[in-house]
């Protein structure tokens, strides 16, 4: 392809320009860059200055004192209530097993039993709460996961345009 001279001048001036806005456009993407970097810094000591300790003044009053006290209600129902239960529990079961064991080696010595307490007591009571709350739990549960959703389905043919 032939190109007259005035048209390769032309092409050149335009190609010199074209280079001339590339290097500008470098030097102004480099200097965004920098200033980019500065109030990336910038924030920083804000956010390090005057966010921060906001943040932790209100979570030292307000949520690490609701923390504490869940925290010692948590132990204390542990400590007074749970442990004894399940210590109660578990030594009757050892019990019955060393009684299972002794009758089955044959060394079983009668023993008075004891005087039988009439009524359920605070023990029994707490073991049907507990017994309910895990199976009302089991029944939420199941009955979340088999819930028919309409947005979990896909429908088997693809949806037709609505006629106008």
Same mark, same amino acid.
């Given at each position: ?21 590339? *290097? ?13 970097? *500065? ?9 390090? *200055?005057?966010?921060? %300790? ?12 609701? #923390? ?11 400590? *007074?209530? #749970? #442990?004894?239960?399940? @210590?109660?529990?578990? @030594? ?28 359920? @007591? ?15 739990? #089991? ?9 028919? $959703? ?6 088997? $043919? %693809?949806?037709?345009? %609505? $006629?106008?």
């Amino acid at each position: 392809m032939n190109l007259s001279r005035r048209r390769k001048k032309e092409l050149r001036k335009l190609q010199d320009d074209a280079g001339q806005l590339w *290097e500008a456009q470098q030097v102004l993407v480099g200097q965004a860059a920098g200033i980019a970097r *500065e109030a990336g810094r910038q924030l920083g000591n804000f956010n390090r *200055e005057r966010i921060v %300790p906001v943040v932790q003044d209100a979570y030292a009053r307000k949520v690490a004192p609701t #923390v504490d006290r869940g925290l010692r209600i948590g132990r204390h129902v542990v400590d *007074e209530k #749970v #442990v004894p239960i399940v @210590g109660g529990v578990v @030594g009757t079961a050892l019990s019955a097993w060393d009684v299972a064991n002794a009758k089955r080696h044959g060394a079983v010595t009668r023993v008075a039993p004891a005087p039988r307490k009439k009524g359920l @007591g605070l023990g029994s009571f707490i073991a049907l709460v507990l017994g309910a709350a895990a199976a009302i739990g #089991v029944v939420v549960a199941a009955w979340q996961a088999l819930r028919a $959703d309409d947005e979990l389905w896909v429908a088997d $043919d %693809p949806l037709s345009a %609505p $006629d106008a």
